[in-house]
């Protein structure tokens, strides 16, 4: 009994001695080195920016005696990590015959830095287990973000997929379901509003705004999927938090007007319409970020010419409202709609942004519509800003993405929570 005491004294004070060693900071410990760190305008110089618990802890101006891990990032760019604001985790860019599990899907996102993602449908039953998993490895995969289903109307999109989701034909059922789907543990809320497009088979404007006045009781946001300019009007007027498209048709100057008014947000997914409107040439197809963190068999289907168009008589003015809502200096975030038809897991994010240089954003401003415009939705995110306190999920270039935006693709590291992302096996 003497001996089993002692024996468990000695396991006491190794274990308080571990805790004391990791509150001093010596444990558990990386710091970057020498580099500059993008603030949301310009790239400072930093001698050291200090991670510990998974955060960062500070940014330095001189070199210190604090203990850890250093890594030098002379030369290089730090970013935070990028965040795509519209993904749906469960798709197969090249269909069916192409598809990955979804954990593979998030591997593909993280390794090509994206440290966070909005998963706007995915089946109900299975979401909170893949949430589990995926916070479990953040050196794996990105934080999840997840609505689970889609509320859409009977025979409205959502329901041709195959996947369950929830139909609404009553304002009660807009109650009752909204709650029923925040009590299985959605993060945010996704409805359909297709009043114009499908009027058939839509949620009537009433009912969105039930919606949206039950998520918002319980502190939950509100994203739409809409097609014409006309449903994103009316969905900014029923108090939606983000569209989670830019409509394909004309946005007319008093829409734009009216959605500047209301303070939401938007999600352009360019990359997803222009696979459907325009295709995409020979550089998209061939990019070694592609080739390197997505699907194996993804080189062998594509030919090296690019693809075509899928549907060349829709989403013809994309482009146009995009312009249109980047001059008017609507927030714009970051989204690609990723798992549809040639939109890939992260690599289709570097894409986007690049599109939203061409539509007149500075490239300062396009980095941010995929790092800290998250706060436009998310106020209290910890994530998408390189600061004191926020999650070290870090993007380490070997290139100066202000001078070019095709220079987010030049990656040399990649934090998450601290950790170096890691890739799994094909």
């Not at 997914?269 to 998209?284: K, L, P, R």
């Not at 200096?329 to 289709?348: E, L, M, Q, R």
């Not at 202000?402 to 890739?423: D, R, Y």
Request: aromatic content about 8%; glycine content about 8%; some cysteine.
């Amino acid at each position: 009994m003497r001996n089993a005491a002692k024996c468990n004294l000695l396991v006491f004070l190794f274990l308080w001695a571990l805790s004391l060693s990791c509150a001093g900071g010596t444990t558990n410990t990386t710091i970057l080195e020498d580099g500059s760190y993008f603030n949301g305008t310009s790239f400072i110089p930093f001698k050291e920016l200090v991670i510990q618990g998974g955060k960062i802890v500070s940014i330095n101006s001189k070199h210190t005696q604090t203990k850890g891990q250093r890594i030098s990032v002379a030369g290089k760019y730090v970013m935070p990590g990028l965040i795509d604001a519209h993904v749906h985790l469960g798709g197969a860019p090249l269909g069916s015959d192409h598809w990955k599990d979804a954990v593979h899907n998030a591997n593909s996102l993280l390794n090509c830095g994206v440290t966070t993602f909005v998963d706007l449908f995915y089946e109900e039953s299975k979401c909170k287990e893949l949430k589990q998993q995926l916070k479990y490895a953040p050196e794996y995969y990105p934080t999840p973000i997840m609505s689970g289903p889609i509320l859409t109307a009977p025979e409205g999109h959502g329901t041709e997929y195959g996947i369950p989701t929830r139909t609404i034909t009553t304002m009660a059922e807009a109650h009752t379901i909204t709650n029923d789907v925040i009590d299985s543990g959605a993060d945010v809320i996704k409805v359909v509003y297709e009043a114009y497009i499908r009027p058939a088979h839509t949620l009537t404007k009433d009912m969105v705004k039930e919606i949206v006045a039950v998520a918002h009781q319980r502190n939950k946001k509100v994203f739409a999927h809409v097609s014409f300019g006309k449903e994103a009007q009316e969905c900014a007027e029923s108090g939606v938090d983000v569209p989670a498209h830019l409509p394909f048709t004309s946005l007319s100057d008093e829409q734009v007007v009216i959605i500047k008014k209301s303070g939401v947000a938007l999600i352009p997914t360019i990359t997803v319409m222009q696979a459907y409107a325009e295709g995409f040439d020979s550089a998209y197809v061939n990019d070694p970020l592609l080739l390197q963190t997505n699907e194996i068999s993804y080189s062998e289907t594509f030919t090296h010419q690019g693809t075509k168009a899928l549907r060349p008589s829709f989403f013809y003015a994309f482009r146009a409202n995009l312009k249109k809502c980047v001059a008017a200096n609507i927030p714009i975030v970051a989204g690609t709609d990723a798992g549809n038809a040639n939109t890939f897991y992260g690599y289709s994010l570097h894409h986007e942004i690049a599109q939203y240089v061409k539509a007149g954003m500075s490239n300062a401003e396009a980095l941010r519509s995929a790092t800290e415009n998250i706060r436009f939705i998310f106020p209290n995110i910890k994530t998408g800003k390189i600061q004191q306190g926020y999650d070290a999920d870090l993007l380490v270039l070997n290139a100066n993405p202000l001078e070019k935006i095709s220079n987010t693709k030049s990656i040399a590291m990649i934090f998450h929570k601290g950790q170096p992302v890691k890739k799994l096996a094909n």
